[in-house]
């Protein structure tokens, strides 16, 4: 079983800066890809980064590329995504997700989740 617990969420105004952390725990292989979503009240969950099990590979969606950074530190069994430059439209729960698919853009890819963490970004 894996567990997946994010942290960091917060308040912030827009143009801040937030860091948030995916900590892994269980039966975790590191050969695990790791993402990043968010869900907005009203909206559908959608893809915001992910990164391969080397950390080699990072993808992220075309609305936080150049603000958010997804890493990983598999010593640790964590991966983190720095976020700049908020905006209110960042505003959303945003989830870690692990999974073994090579195709990391889609949701039901994904065969772990966490709880969630809220992230509100006011202007």
């Known amino acids: 079983q894996v567990q997946l617990v994010e942290s960091g969420g917060g308040l912030v105004q827009a143009g801040g800066s937030l860091r948030l952390s995916c900590a892994a725990s269980g039966r975790f292989p590191s050969s695990y890809a790791m993402g990043w979503f968010r869900q907005a009240p009203g909206k559908e969950r959608e893809f915001v980064a992910a990164?391969?099990?080397?950390?080699?590979?990072?993808y992220y969606a075309d609305s936080v590329k150049g603000r958010f950074t997804i890493s990983r530190d598999n010593a640790k069994n964590t991966v983190y995504l720095q976020m700049n430059s908020l905006k209110p439209e960042d505003t959303a729960v945003y989830y870690c997700?692990?999974?073994?698919?090579?195709?990391?853009?889609?949701?039901?890819?994904?065969?772990?989740w966490g709880q969630g963490t809220q992230v509100t970004v006011s202007s």
């Open positions: 990164i391969s099990w080397g950390g080699g590979s990072t």
């Open positions: 997700a692990a999974t073994l698919s090579m195709s990391r853009l889609t949701a039901s890819n994904y065969d772990y």
